[in-house]
Each structure stands twice: as structure tokens, then as C-alpha cells.
């Protein structure tokens, strides 16, 4: 992938590609000669032979196999080449096998002049790219008989100006009226490699050594055997070594071989009595609410039946909330252990590659300058760099995104290597220069203090270049902007332009000032058209899958949103101790690490931390079956993207018992053996055709060959399936069946760049199984829980990473309005899954989703509908108050200890619960307030425009939360923005401080007696203020600048309303006095 190939713009249904290079490019450098090879079976480098030459394994195709490959096919294999099935000779040094005497100069010639064979692979080969082709017939001929020049295109004419070696792409010819885009090779004299061998279509795959993920494991664990032995070999100091690799005794000596992570549990001096108090919560609820239901207040008999309606569901919310943190565990990770295993000195690093996404739309709402404080965190993380491509997705094709992307490119080749060098944390220069630590801390390199204020100049000189690209693009040209060689920008339409990928930064272009390579860096727009649904984020990360996996394809994904910066250079690694860990690693679909903020406010008035949920609720989920997805910071498997099922743990062999007699197992096998075997045979139909679909992703790709040799048609079929589920990218589909990554072998950049324009235009889902089942899932704009919770239902279990030093930190809304939107566009889409086919409550079953877990997301689905009876029993009090009634009668002796025994069980669940997971009573009772917030206010609204979405067709747009800073930390925290969010919490809180007041007054009216049940009405009330308070603090602006005005006005008001209540007196009926009578007597004398 060529770092100056220049941005590459195009449309494959319009049949367009568009080549526009920057001020000074001369085209692409042409590539190194490598110096060596590697091995076509393990991936590791070839090496060299004695004399110092480059290891050839096989003298007559020369196919690139290392030493210790080679040794062990000849010890136990078949001994011949992989290739062109030529037997090994031994080479000197190698110790000697049986047959080496006998057939030292032999070779292979029957399979040398196999051209019997070599047609019926040509053959099988067309046909297969024939179907695996967009479905142009005429193509195939096309490949076949091409001519050896081609002439350049450009939007379909050709240029005769422009030098053939600064087109980046090559576009096939399209034939009579053809309209398909297909990849043709880089023709490169100099770098041309062997032809290989063609093989038999008639063998499997696995007979050469290739897509056999045996053979891999194989030849791991061999290596891993040999590797202990040595050792043992050494510690021992024994020269006649038994060399028994089965030793069950042997013990484990290197600690690379050790787990690489571990569950810690809870003390059960913690969790057991909170599992206690819970049970003992869950009795004293079911007296309740018998002495509730069986208690009816006659007098007030809607407050009462209210109430209980909302107690109920009060109740069973909780149990939703509750039980899914029955089983808490915490992790530890072991990074040693991974650099041990997976980094052996000397060698190539054998850590996965990972493609990192950063997501953003609106440059204005998301500043140019915080995405690239993420991005240039990504590029000098603390992993291998040829390992690390980060993608860019700019869904609002903005121009100021590009350019800023391109500064920040420059300057990460000053940026990085200042950060490798000193090992400084965090990795973002923004946050890093801002932080208020001793930064000399374990620094002793005397260089450090003048390079560090030599950065920082370099930084803030780069902030000044950021911020005019911003005031540039405050005023739009009347015709667009255009690019620096005058070429008009792609994406001056923002609904109706062209796919767009610039690779920055790349593996033959872009070094630091140190000479080393960088991480790859590539922007992608992708094409929208009107009359298409696009489907918003979901849909950009989607294209983003598909991209990533035509041009680099790495096993594992990680996906941020654009304010989300590494905190943690080593969050990857953290990430990678579970993804790559032999005995768990293969059902791991994600792993999940916590969301941690910077700049928010020291009493957190919103709860914009969360503590409750990513330190008590996630943890809970993470012993159960994994923690849902909750948008970004989350590393995924790419596989468990294309909705394949996760790997089934082997069962142990069934024991038979011996203590019934012989006649009872008969009997059984008689009665219940002819259902089993129907049912095997009704499962095995299943399998059968689901087998490419839903089977493993390694087996898919091998059934599709041997069909295509066995029967023409099942190819078609099987062929046809993964198009329909994946599309019509053979490029794409392939990569889906490569389990450990990689890309095509012998494809060029430019074919490589050329597919990817294809597979993100806008019409490419068109039929497919995108966001239906594959990638990202559409129909709800909180597609982070969809998402998660279909890969659960595969079976895939995820991890919930907690990090000693946060692995990612992100800006959070600080003004009450942004907060409550985004609080807002969260409930609307657990709305949207409610009312949709993939609600929890009945999606799903039969598959792998356990019963906790499918409470946790149900929870996570119904509880904006939490807020109807919420908004009611917040309004009771000030009904209470206004007309002396009240929801419960004359509580006797019974029921007040039932009462009170279900306070006490609250406070004790609620201590307990902070007690095991470390949350601090600030954090929980942030939480409690804003949980009564958002209820009676934006899930409140979420619950109506999901109904007017679901039954009306009116679609509700969120707004992009505002990541903006200031100079002042919390300027946004006082900041007022009015809007109808703020309606209901204002009215409830205006509505119970009048009842307040109206009782008071209605007590001292009426005298003593009527203080006791004041009591009781006024607790209920003050529980609603008090819940209220951070909203009313929101309302008022600014601590200690609260308008005088305001506060007189609010004492007049309130003197007023309480004197007039006194007087008028409206609620209670008059008293009348006794009938006086005329007793006939004169009191006058």
C-alpha cells in the first residue's frame, strides 16, 4: 500500500476513478529489494543456510520454507515439497531420515510433467473466478486474452498528459457496455516474483500446506515441544536426553507458556453477604407488597392504585438490574507473559495485527484538533508498526477533515518518535502537555527537558496551523472548495459525491525523522447518492470493515470515536492477553474496556462518569457471559463480525454407568435410540445448508473449491451464498475466510486500492446480509447494543479490561442541555430495539445467549419506559400535599416493620454494593439523582418518538454531541441552553415545592393533629427535591452567581402563595358550628 499514491476518488456503479495527487508528488517510490523470505507454513522469515546464502528448502521450485519446517516434514511428514511434491534431499547439516540413501538424486518427475493436471487447474480456477466475479461473463475472456499494454483511464477517458508511473490505479476494461470494476496486477519488472507450481485441483488444500489450520497448529505445537525440551534439556545438564515430547510430567518451565490473564473473584467476605441481603430484599418485597395489595386506601383510591402500579414496576426493574450482577469477577492481566510468548528476541514480533477505526462527521461539532489529538495517540501506541493501521472515516466528506489530516501526518513524524524514545503517557499532545504532574518523574535521559520544550513548540506551532484550516473554513467559496492543483474537491455535495481514500501514511512511504516506520494512516469517505439510506454511523463503520479488510485485513479490530484518545500506550497489549490466549482466546468476540473522562468537574453534578455502570454493572455481566458493547474503546475479533457462530468447546467423552441391569439399557436404546438418530439426521440437514453461512470461517473456503472440482453446481451455490451474504467483492469474500488475516498474495497496491472503492459505494449492500446480519446492525441508532447482543446470540462471549491506568479517555457534555440529549438519543435507541424483531425478550432463543445475560439486555432495552410510572410517582406527593390524602392508610405495628425492614434492605444493598466494587458514596448517589433526571425527562421523550418512529414513520435526527473545550474547564457547566428536555423536571419541581408550602400552611392552620400525617406527605416530597437538585443548581447557572433578583422574587412568591393558602383555605370544608335555638329565657336578667 503506497503512502503517495495520492487521494483516489470514485464511484464503481458509475463506472468513475479519479487519481488527484498533492503539490510535489512524482509518483510512487519503487519498492526495496527484501533480503529475505517467508515461510509459506508458519510465517516466520526463511533465514539463511550455513554459508551465509538464503535457505532453500526445495532445489527444483524453490518454495520458501524454513529450516525448521523443513526438518520437521522430514521427520514427520510425508517428506516431499508442498509444493511440487518433489522429496526433500537433505541439506548439510541435517541429520539424516530413512529413504535419504535410497533416493538421494530422485526426483519427482511424474508430478513434474503433470500437464494433465495443470489444465484441469486452469480450468477450475476461471470457473471459480467466474463465479466469485460480479457477474459479468464477458470478464472472464477479458483476463484471459488481455493485451499486455493497457491504455490509462481516467472517468473513462484517457489522458495522454500525465506520465504512466503517477496512476495509482489501472482500470480493466469494461468490455461492450460493461459497467463492472475489476482489480488488474501491478506490473513491476523488477519485482515479478517466481511462477509457482500449479497444483491439483483434485487434492485438498491441506496436501500443500496451505489454509490448513492443522498443519498451523501442528507445526505450533511441534515448535512449542522442541522449544521445552531444549530447555529442560539445558537445566538438566543431560547430554542422553529421553526425547519423549508426551511426558505428561514435564512441567511448564517458560513462563511465555503461562496463562496470559486471570479471573480474580470477589472475596466472598464481600459478595456472599450481598447475595444474602439481596434474598432477604426479595422476601421483604413479596410481604410488601401483600400488605400493598391486600390495603387498599378507600378514600383515595386512584393515588393508591397508582401507586402500586409504579411499585410494581419499580420492583421488577430492579430484578432486571439485580441479578446480572450476581456473579461480579475482575481480570488481571499478565503483559510479560504476552511479550514472552509472542516476542522472542531475534525474530519477527508475532502479535496480530489490528485495524483501528476513528469515526467523525461534522468538523465543526467535533473539532479537527481533537481528532487528530486521537489520532496521533493511535500512531505511537506501544505496538509492533507494521502491526497498527489506523482508518479515518470522515462521514461528512469535509475538506477541512482532509487537510487536517494531512498536517497531522507531518507532524506525527515528530510527534512518535519523541514518544517511543521517552516513553511519555498519554500519547495525545493536547492532554499530554496539559497535565499537571511532575513530568521529570523516571526520566534520566539529560536530552529529555530540551527535546520536551522542543515539541511543545512544535506542537503549538501545529495548533496554529489546525486552527486557520478552521477559520478558512468558517466562509465557503460560492464554488466549492478546490485542492491545492486546483482539481475541484470530490466532496463539495456532502449527499451526493464520490468514495474517497487518501492513504497517508503506509508501508513504502512515510518515516520518521528518526528513519523508522510509521503506522499506516488512511482517510476514507464513502460514497452517498441521494435515494440511498446510508444508515449514519452504522453504516460508516460498515464501510470501514470492508475497506480495512481489502487492504490490510487484520484479525482484530479496535473502533474509537474521534474524542476518545489512547490514555494507555499499552491498551492494545491489555486487549491482546485475552484475544490471543490459546485456551480462551478462540470464543472471545470482544473485549470491552471502560469509559473515563477528562475535564469534568470534581462533584460530577450530571453523572457524566458513570461509575455505577462500567465499575458495578459491568462487572457483574463480565462473570456471566460479557459485557455489552457500549460503542467505543472495545477491540474486536473481525470474524465474529461476519456473522459466523463461535467455536464449540469440545464436551468430554459421556460415561456409562454400570449399575442398571443390561434388560433397562436395552430397553432405553430400544425406545429412545430411533429418536436420536432422526434428530442427528434432521441436525445434520440443517448443518448442511448452513455449513458456508454459519459454519467455521477457515472450513468455508476449502468446501468451495472442492465443489468446484466435485460438482459445478454446488459451487455456483455455495458461491452465490457468500455473495448474497457479503457482496460482490471476490476480493472481500476472500478475506472473510482468512481467520488470522492477511491480504491476497501478488496483489498491487493500486488493485488493492481500486477494490476498495468498490466495496464503499453506496448501492454495494444493496441485497446483502450488511447490518442485517453481518457487521455493524442497522435499525436503531445505539447500534453498539444491537451489535453486541447478536454476537452473544452466536454464542461469542466478550471480556470486561480494567486497566490499572485507564486505556482510553474521552470528553464528556458538560452542560445540562447536551447531557440530557445525549441521554436522550441512548433511550431512543433502546426504544428502537424494544419495539423492533430483535428485542431480547424474544429474540434469540435457542442459540447461545445465557438467561442472565438476556436480562441484562433486556433491562438495557425497557428501562426508558421506567419513566412514565417514574413521572407519575414523582407527582404524587404534591397531590398528597394539596389535598390531605395519602397513598397508604393507618400504618399498624405489622406493617410498619415491613416498611421499614424494606428501607433497611435498600441501604444495605446499596452499601454493600459500593463495599465490593469500590464506588464511592459521591459517585452512587450522583447516580441515583440523575437516574430520576433522565427518567422524568429524556427517556421520557425517547418513549414518545420511538412510538411516533415505530407506528407513524416520523424519524427523529439526534444531534452530534458537542466535543468543543474552552479555555475556561467549566465554562460549558453553567452554561443555560433552553430546550423542551427541560419541561417536565421544572414542572415537578415547581408543582411539589407548592404542595410543600401548601401543606405547611394547611398544619398551621389546622394545629397540632395535623402534623403527623404533614410528616410522612412531606418525606415523600423532599425525596423528589432532593433527586431534583442537581437540575434545579442547572437551572439557576453559575455557583454563587445566582441573579438576586431571582431569589427575591422567589421569597416574595413564596410569602404570598403561603399567606393567600392560609386565607382561602380551598381544599378543606368549612367547619359549621352547632344550630343555636332560642331557649326562652332572658339572659339579661
Known amino acids: 500500500m503506497e503512502a503517495s499514491a495520492g487521494l483516489v476518488a470514485g464511484s464503481h456503479n458509475r463506472n468513475e476513478l479519479v487519481v488527484i495527487r498533492r503539490d510535489g508528488?512524482?509518483?510512487?517510490?519503487?519498492?526495496?529489494?527484501?533480503?529475505?523470505?517467508?515461510?509459506?507454513?508458519?510465517?516466520?522469515?526463511?533465514?539463511?543456510?550455513?554459508?551465509?546464502d538464503l535457505f532453500v528448502a526445495c532445489n527444483e521450485c524453490a518454495f520458501p520454507i524454513c529450516l525448521t519446517c523443513y526438518d520437521y516434514e522430514r521427520r514427520e511428514g510425508n517428506q516431499v515439497c508442498p509444493q511440487c511434491k518433489t522429496r526433500f534431499k537433505r541439506i548439510k547439516g541435517c541429520a539424516r531420515v530413512a529413504g535419504d540413501e535410497e533416493e538421494d538424486d530422485i526426483d519427482d518427475v511424474e508430478n513434474e510433467l503433470n500437464f494433465a493436471g495443470r489444465e484441469r487447474q486452469r480450468m477450475a480456477e476461471a470457473m471459480l473466478h467466474g463465479h466469485m466475479s460480479y457477474g459479468r461473463h464477458s470478464d472472464i475472456h477479458q483476463a484471459d486474452n488481455a493485451p499486455p499494454q493497457l491504455p490509462l483511464l481516467t472517468n473513462g477517458e484517457i489522458i495522454d498528459d500525465i506520465p504512466p508511473e503517477q496512476h495509482a490505479l489501472v482500470p480493466a476494461f469494461t468490455g461492450s457496455g460493461g459497467k463492472r470494476i475489476h482489480p488488474l496486477p501491478f506490473t513491476d519488472s523488477n519485482s515479478l516474483p517466481a511462477q509457482p507450481r500449479s497444483m491439483d485441483p483434485s487434492k485438498d488444500l491441506a496436501a500443500y500446506g496451505y489454509g490448513s489450520v492443522a498443519w498451523k497448529e501442528r507445526m505450533e505445537s511441534w515448535k512449542q515441544k522442541q522449544e521445552r525440551l531444549q530447555l529442560a534439556k539445558n537445566e538438566n545438564g543431560r547430554k542422553d536426553f529421553d526425547d519423549d515430547d508426551d511426558d505428561p510430567d514435564l512441567p511448564i518451565m517458560d513462563e511465555g507458556r503461562q496463562p496470559l490473564s486471570r479471573k480474580l473473584p470477589i472475596a466472598s467476605s464481600k459478595i456472599n453477604p450481598y447475595r444474602m441481603i439481596i434474598i432477604i430484599r426479595l422476601v421483604v418485597a413479596g410481604f410488601f407488597f401483600h400488605y400493598r395489595v391486600t390495603h387498599p386506601v378507600n378514600d383515595a383510591y386512584p393515588l393508591w392504585l397508582i401507586s402500586v402500579i409504579c411499585e410494581i414496576w419499580f420492583a421488577i426493574s430492579w430484578i432486571l438490574d439485580q441479578f446480572p450482577k450476581w456473579l461480579p469477577i475482575e481480570r488481571e492481566t499478565y503483559l510479560d507473559r504476552l511479550s514472552l510468548r509472542y516476542e522472542k528476541e531475534g525474530r519477527p514480533s508475532q502479535l496480530s495485527p489490528v485495524d483501528i477505526f476513528v469515526s467523525t462527521v461534522d468538523p465543526m461539532k467535533e473539532p479537527p484538533l481533537v481528532t487528530a489529538n486521537t489520532v496521533l495517540s493511535i500512531l505511537s501506541v506501544d505496538y509492533p508498526v507494521d502491526k497498527v493501521s489506523c482508518y479515518v472515516s470522515d462521514d461528512g466528506a469535509a475538506m477541512l477533515t482532509f487537510e487536517a489530516l494531512s498536517e497531522t501526518s507531518e507532524f506525527a513524524k515528530k510527534w512518535v518518535p519523541f514518544c517511543k524514545k521517552f516513553s511519555v503517557e498519554p500519547r495525545a499532545p493536547e492532554w499530554y502537555f496539559q497535565q499537571k504532574i511532575d513530568y521529570l518523574k523516571d526520566k534520566v535521559l539529560p536530552s529529555f527537558v530540551r527535546e520536551r520544550r522542543a515539541m511543545k513548540r512544535e506542537y503549538e506551532e501545529f495548533k496554529v496551523r489546525i486552527n486557520a484550516l478552521v477559520a478558512k473554513a468558517q466562509k465557503v467559496p460560492e464554488d466549492g472548495w478546490t485542492m491545492q492543483d486546483g482539481t475541484p474537491w470530490p466532496g463539495n455535495n456532502v449527499r451526493d459525491h464520490p468514495g474517497m481514500i487518501q492513504v497517508f501514511l503506509g508501508q513504502n512511504g512515510g518515516v520518521d525523522t528518526d528513519g523508522n516506520e510509521l503506522p499506516r494512516l488512511v482517510y476514507v469517505s464513502r460514497e452517498k447518492r441521494p435515494g440511498f439510506n446510508h444508515h449514519k454511523k452504522a453504516g460508516a463503520m460498515n464501510a470501514l470493515v470492508r475497506v480495512s479488510a481489502v487492504l490490510t485485513n487484520a484479525p482484530y479490530l479496535l473502533n474509537l470515536d474521534c474524542d476518545h484518545y489512547f490514555n494507555n500506550s499499552k491498551a492494545l497489549r491489555e486487549a491482546m492477553c485475552f484475544m490471543m490466549d490459546p485456551l480462551m482466546g478462540k470464543r472471545v468476540c470482544y473485549v470491552q474496556f471502560p469509559q473515563r473522562?477528562?475535564?469534568?468537574?470534581?462533584?460530577?453534578?450530571?453523572?457524566?462518569?458513570?461509575?455505577?455502570?462500567?465499575?458495578?454493572?459491568?462487572?457483574?455481566?463480565?462473570?456471566?457471559?460479557?459485557?455489552?458493547?457500549?460503542?467505543?474503546?472495545?477491540?474486536?475479533?473481525?470474524?465474529?463480525?461476519?456473522?459466523?457462530?463461535?467455536?464449540?468447546?469440545?464436551?468430554?467423552?459421556?460415561?456409562?454407568?454400570?449399575?442398571?441391569?443390561?434388560?433397562?439399557?436395552?430397553?432405553?436404546?430400544?425406545?429412545?435410540?430411533?429418536?436420536?438418530?432422526?434428530?442427528?439426521?434432521?441436525?445434520?440437514?440443517?448443518?448442511?445448508?448452513?455449513?458456508?453461512?454459519?459454519?467455521?470461517?477457515?472450513?468455508?473456503?476449502?468446501?468451495?473449491?472442492?465443489?468446484?472440482?466435485?460438482?459445478?453446481?454446488?459451487?455456483?451455490?455455495?458461491?452465490?451464498?457468500?455473495?448474497?451474504?457479503?457482496?460482490?467483492?471476490?476480493?472481500?469474500?476472500?478475506?472473510?475466510?482468512?481467520?488470522?488475516?492477511?491480504?491476497?498474495?501478488?496483489?498491487?497496491?493500486?488493485?488493492?486500492?481500486?477494490?476498495?472503492?468498490?466495496?464503499?459505494?453506496?448501492?454495494?449492500?444493496?441485497?446483502?446480509?450488511?447490518?442485517?446480519?453481518?457487521?455493524?446492525?442497522?435499525?436503531?441508532?445505539?447500534?453498539?447494543?444491537?451489535?453486541?447482543?447478536?454476537?452473544?446470540?452466536?454464542?461469542?462471549?466478550?471480556?470486561?479490561?480494567?486497566?490499572?491506568?485507564?486505556?482510553?479517555?474521552?470528553?464528556?457534555?458538560?452542560?445540562?442541555?447536551?447531557?440530557?440529549?445525549?441521554?436522550?438519543?441512548?433511550?431512543?435507541?433502546?426504544?428502537?430495539?424494544?419495539?423492533?424483531?430483535?428485542?431480547?425478550?424474544?429474540?434469540?432463543?435457542?442459540?447461545?445467549?445465557?438467561?442472565?445475560?438476556?436480562?441484562?439486555?433486556?433491562?438495557?432495552?425497557?428501562?426508558?419506559?421506567?419513566?412514565?410510572?417514574?413521572?407519575?410517582?414523582?407527582?404524587?406527593?404534591?397531590?398528597?400535599?394539596?389535598?390531605?390524602?395519602?397513598?397508604?392508610?393507618?400504618?399498624?405495628?405489622?406493617?410498619?416493620?415491613?416498611?421499614?425492614?424494606?428501607?433497611?434492605?435498600?441501604?444495605?444493598?446499596?452499601?454493600?454494593?459500593?463495599?465490593?466494587?469500590?464506588?464511592?458514596?459521591?459517585?452512587?448517589?450522583?447516580?441515583?439523582?440523575?437516574?430520576?433526571?433522565?427518567?422524568?425527562?429524556?427517556?421520557?421523550?425517547?418513549?414518545?418518538?420511538?412510538?411516533?418512529?415505530?407506528?407513524?414513520?416520523?424519524?427523529?435526527?439526534?444531534?452530534?454531541?458537542?466535543?468543543?473545550?474552552?479555555?475556561?474547564?467549566?465554562?460549558?457547566?453553567?452554561?443555560?441552553?433552553?430546550?423542551?428536555?427541560?419541561?417536565?423536571?421544572?414542572?415537578?419541581?415547581?408543582?411539589?415545592?407548592?404542595?410543600?408550602?401548601?401543606?405547611?400552611?394547611?398544619?398551621?392552620?389546622?394545629?397540632?393533629?395535623?402534623?403527623?400525617?404533614?410528616?410522612?406527605?412531606?418525606?415523600?416530597?423532599?425525596?423528589?427535591?432532593?433527586?431534583?437538585?442537581?437540575?434545579?443548581?442547572?437551572?439557576?447557572?453559575?455557583?454563587?452567581?445566582?441573579?438576586?433578583?431571582?431569589?427575591?422574587?422567589?421569597?416574595?412568591?413564596?410569602?404570598?402563595?403561603?399567606?393567600?393558602?392560609?386565607?382561602?383555605?380551598?381544599?378543606?370544608?368549612?367547619?359549621?358550628?352547632?344550630?343555636?335555638?332560642e331557649c326562652g329565657l332572658d339572659c339579661n336578667f
Not at 508528488?25 to 539463511?48: A, H, R, T, W, Y
Open 25 to 52: 508528488e512524482n509518483g510512487p517510490k519503487p519498492l526495496k529489494n527484501l533480503s529475505g523470505q517467508i515461510c509459506q507454513i508458519c510465517g516466520d522469515d526463511v533465514g539463511l543456510n550455513p554459508e551465509g
Open 597 to 1077: 473522562f477528562d475535564g469534568i468537574d470534581f462533584h460530577d453534578r450530571y453523572a457524566n462518569r458513570n461509575i455505577v455502570f462500567f465499575d458495578i454493572n459491568m462487572k457483574g455481566l463480565d462473570g456471566i457471559q460479557g459485557p455489552i458493547y457500549v460503542g467505543t474503546g472495545c477491540v474486536f475479533r473481525r470474524q465474529a463480525f461476519y456473522g459466523f457462530d463461535a467455536p464449540k468447546a469440545k464436551k468430554p467423552p459421556s460415561r456409562t454407568c454400570n449399575c442398571w441391569p443390561k434388560w433397562c439399557c436395552c430397553c432405553f436404546s430400544c425406545c429412545f435410540g430411533r429418536k436420536k438418530k432422526a434428530a442427528k439426521a434432521k441436525q445434520g440437514k440443517k448443518k448442511t445448508t448452513t455449513a458456508v453461512l454459519g459454519g467455521p470461517p477457515e472450513l468455508a473456503l476449502e468446501r468451495i473449491e472442492e465443489g468446484s472440482v466435485k460438482d459445478n453446481k454446488s459451487t455456483v451455490v455455495s458461491a452465490n451464498k457468500l455473495e448474497k451474504k457479503f457482496g460482490q467483492s471476490p476480493v472481500f469474500v476472500k478475506s472473510t475466510q482468512m481467520e488470522n488475516g492477511g491480504t491476497p498474495n501478488g496483489a498491487s497496491p493500486a488493485s488493492l486500492l481500486k477494490e476498495a472503492i468498490h466495496v464503499i459505494s453506496c448501492g454495494y449492500e444493496d441485497k446483502t446480509d450488511w447490518g442485517k446480519e453481518v457487521g455493524w446492525i442497522y435499525g436503531s441508532v445505539t447500534e453498539d447494543i444491537l451489535t453486541g447482543f447478536k454476537m452473544h446470540c452466536h454464542g461469542w462471549r466478550s471480556i470486561y479490561c480494567i486497566p490499572s491506568l485507564p486505556a482510553f479517555k474521552g470528553s464528556a457534555p458538560l452542560n445540562l442541555s447536551d447531557r440530557l440529549h445525549q441521554v436522550l438519543r441512548w433511550a431512543l435507541g433502546s426504544v428502537e430495539i424494544f419495539l423492533s424483531k430483535h428485542c431480547p425478550i424474544w429474540y434469540g432463543y435457542g442459540g447461545g445467549l445465557k438467561w442472565l445475560e438476556r436480562l441484562s439486555y433486556i433491562n438495557a432495552t425497557v428501562y426508558p419506559l421506567t419513566s412514565i410510572p417514574l413521572l407519575a410517582y414523582c407527582t404524587l406527593p404534591a397531590v398528597c400535599l394539596l389535598t390531605g390524602k395519602f397513598i397508604t392508610p393507618e400504618l399498624s405495628n405489622v406493617a410498619s416493620l415491613w416498611f421499614l425492614s424494606l428501607f433497611i434492605c435498600i441501604f444495605a444493598t446499596s452499601i454493600l454494593e459500593m463495599r465490593w466494587s469500590g464506588v464511592g458514596l459521591q459517585d452512587w448517589w450522583r447516580n441515583e439523582q440523575f437516574w430520576v433526571i433522565g427518567g422524568v425527562s429524556a427517556h421520557l421523550f425517547a418513549v414518545f418518538q420511538g412510538l411516533l418512529k415505530v407506528l407513524a414513520g416520523i424519524d427523529t435526527n439526534f444531534t452530534v454531541t458537542s466535543k468543543a473545550t474552552d479555555d475556561d474547564a467549566f465554562a460549558e457547566l453553567y452554561l443555560f441552553k433552553w430546550t423542551t428536555l427541560l419541561i417536565p423536571p421544572t414542572t415537578l419541581l415547581v408543582v411539589n415545592l407548592i404542595g410543600v408550602v401548601a401543606g405547611i400552611s394547611n398544619a398551621i392552620n389546622n394545629g397540632y393533629e395535623s402534623w403527623g400525617p404533614l410528616f410522612g406527605r412531606l418525606f415523600f416530597a423532599f425525596w423528589v427535591i432532593v433527586h431534583l437538585y442537581p437540575f434545579l443548581k442547572g437551572l439557576l447557572g453559575r455557583q454563587n452567581r445566582t441573579p438576586t433578583i431571582v431569589i427575591v422574587w422567589s421569597i416574595l412568591l413564596a410569602s404570598i402563595f403561603s399567606l393567600l393558602w392560609v386565607r382561602i383555605d380551598p381544599f378543606l370544608p368549612k367547619a359549621e358550628g352547632p344550630l343555636l335555638e
